[in-house]
């Protein structure tokens, strides 16, 4: 099945700090967008950037997007103690005529204050 | 923005009893639901797809029988975990989306059930 992996699977930045997170995919997509997990929670949507789109940004957020290399990253700058959480990306797709996301494997992030 | 309820946040119960998580979304329209199982420091693993009105379609490994899913209305889906043995403790989260383009999924909280 088609899934998105993460890279670095864990990051450990002074607060202050850009964090910058990577990830690739198999199959062409429509969209791909970014959630990010606290610990025990549930998820929530960061970003979603379209497939014609390069590059997102939403306040600290930058999301780019190469559809060539099938890659995308996260960027969140000046990073704060609260940023400390997992993030995913994800990739719907549309096999059997319905649409489903599934998710990489997650960079957990640390932002030490 | 998009709030979606999960419906208990945690459940401890004895071995053979049958679970029932709620899944709501709360201010629009949830023509599709999915249900995901996390392990510890896990990816979520999704287990089935359900849109309103039809039978939930599976993903490869999952046991129909064993996890009952409903989407009777457009605003809820039920997850029962029927039987529970320990090995189904798990975190399980459910997500909602409309049927508009290029929307995306919004989040329950989340269970955590734990059988003894």
């Known amino acids: 099945s088609q899934q998105g992996e993460e890279d670095p699977q864990a990051l450990s930045i002074q607060e202050g700090e850009n964090a910058t997170m990577n990830c690739s995919y198999k199959t062409s997509i429509n969209n791909l967008q970014w959630y990010r997990q606290n610990s025990g929670r549930g998820l929530v949507h960061l970003i979603l950037?379209?497939?014609?789109?390069r590059e997102k940004h939403s306040g600290r957020l930058r999301v780019t997007l190469d559809t060539s290399k099938k890659s995308s990253s996260l960027l969140i700058t000046a990073s704060r103690a609260a940023d400390t959480a997992s993030y995913f990306c994800a990739t719907p797709f549309l096999p059997g005529g319905y649409q489903k996301v599934t998710f990489g494997t997650g960079t957990k992030l640390q932002v030490i204050p | 923005g998009a709030v979606v309820s999960q419906h208990p946040s945690w459940v401890i119960c004895k071995s053979g009893t049958s679970v029932k998580i709620e899944c709501r979304s709360l201010?629009?329209?949830?023509?599709?639901m999915f249900w995901y199982r996390q392990f510890p420091k896990q990816s979520l693993m999704l287990m089935a797809t359900?849109?309103?009105?039809?039978?939930?379609?599976?993903e490869q490994g999952v046991e129909k029988d064993k996890f009952l899913i409903n989407h009777a209305s457009l605003t809820l889906s039920t997850l029962t975990v029927t039987s529970a043995h320990p090995e189904d403790s798990s975190f399980y989260i459910c997500?909602?989306?409309?049927?508009?383009?290029?929307?995306?999924?919004?989040f329950g909280d989340g269970t955590r059930l734990s059988i003894l």
């Open positions: 359900s849109n309103e009105g039809s039978k939930a379609t599976y």
């Open positions: 950037i379209r497939s014609n789109e």
């Open positions: 997500s909602a989306r409309s049927d508009r383009v290029n929307q995306p999924q919004h």
């Open positions: 201010d629009f329209q949830a023509t599709t």
